[in-house]
């Protein structure tokens, strides 16, 4: 049976790689984007389907639609598009969160929230399971984001206790590939775009903090097979690569994968940057069957040439 599915944030990074695989399953889909972060182009090749309809509209504002499931990725993801309005950032994920809670509530959709690694803060657990509660500063510059992302799970939580909404919970990991915005300003796409045009990468701290990176299509599959998993499973699960790396090391591999010249300028730490980050993905494998199939090097080496084509580089 087809199903009609919203995506929220369709047209961003996450959302069009989500809108493409869903919809080439043979399902209605809507996209629905304010365009803040996101991009026509990035679902331009989708617009002739027509089991593809694309939506305008801000999810901090209530909106009616009939659907059987809905993805709520709509929020900036890159701390310096979400730092940019920390206000708009929370009012996305709360009023957002409530939005399509409430088209959930009224059409017994199910929900899928995209959560983040963001929810354990900076880490005092290593490597970070679910059942770690997290350490955040509630009044930071990233509390925007965490806060608010935190305070999405809490709703998903209560619409299910109090008006047993059907809810899934997904802490994504820090994840990479093509579609990233050239201006993203996160990690693999600021290294691969500073390699290509020669200039200086821009190695924030000393470069011994870490992260773990996931390829875009493993956390598509890992969505999908969380929004077909059995009723009762409702999460949270850490979607993301365990293969942990220092951010010096990504430096110096994208360099080498570049065959770049670039040199590498150390630059101050942002605040409240999490010191370490790498997800335990136990509970995924467990209960959905998921782990990631791409390593860093294979990821990189697509990414590096969407980047090389979209930036002309030779
Ligand atoms: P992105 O910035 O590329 O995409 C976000 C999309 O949401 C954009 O198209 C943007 O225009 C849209 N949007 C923002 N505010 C909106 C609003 N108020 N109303 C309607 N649309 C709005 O980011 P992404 O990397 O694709 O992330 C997608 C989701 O996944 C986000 O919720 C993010 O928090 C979550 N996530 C991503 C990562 C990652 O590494 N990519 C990690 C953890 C969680
Ligand atoms: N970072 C960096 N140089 C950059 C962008 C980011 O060294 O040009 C660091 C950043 O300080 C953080 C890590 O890379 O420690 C990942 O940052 P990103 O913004 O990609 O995502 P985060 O995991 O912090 O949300």
């Known amino acids: ?20 695989r869903l919809l080439h399953e043979g399902n209605d889909i809507i996209c629905l984007d304010n365009f803040f972060t ?6 331009d090749h989708l617009l002739q389907n027509p089991r593809f309809e694309l939506i305008r509209h801000d999810i901090i504002n209530p909106i009616y639609l009939e659907v ?75 509390s925007c984001y965490d806060e608010g992302k935190r305070a999405a799970e809490c709703l998903m939580m209560d619409y299910r206790r109090q008006n047993s909404v059907n809810v899934k919970i997904v802490r994504i990991f820090n994840t990479y590939g093509p579609r990233m915005a050239v201006n993203d300003g996160r990690v693999v796409s600021n290294f691969i775009i500073q390699a290509l045009e020669g200039k200086k990468i821009t190695v924030y701290g000393d470069g011994s903090h870490t992260r773990s990176f996931c390829y875009v299509d493993d956390v598509i599959d890992g969505l999908i097979k969380m929004m077909n998993s059995s009723d009762e499973f409702y999460g ?55 782990k990631p199939k791409i390593n ?4 990189l080496l697509r990414t590096i040439e969407y980047f090389r084509k979209i930036l002309k580089i030779p």
């Open 68 to 142: 059987d499931e809905i993805y709520n990725l709509a929020c900036p993801a890159s701390p310096v598009h979400y730092q940019y309005n920390p206000i708009k950032t929370i009012k996305t994920n709360v009023m957002g969160a409530i939005n399509v809670l409430g088209i959930a509530k009224r059409t017994k959709a199910k929900v899928l929230q995209a959560s983040t690694s963001e929810i354990y803060g900076d880490p005092e657990v290593h490597p970070q399971n679910e059942s770690y509660w997290g350490k955040v500063n509630p009044i930071g510059v990233r």
């Open 296 to 299: 860093l090097e294979t990821g």
């Open 236 to 290: 949270p699960v850490n979607i993301g690569n365990a293969a942990e790396f220092t951010i010096l090391e990504l430096a110096k591999t994208v360099i080498g994968m570049t065959k770049s010249n670039s040199e590498i300028e150390f630059l101050p730490l942002p605040a409240d940057d999490p010191v370490q980050r790498r997800p335990d993905i136990t509970l995924a494998a467990e209960m959905i069957g998921w």
């Open 1 to 20: 049976m087809t199903k009609h599915i919203l995506i929220t944030g369709g047209a961003g990074f996450l959302g069009s790689h989500l809108c493409e």
């Open 38 to 43: 996101g991009d026509k182009k990035n679902i």
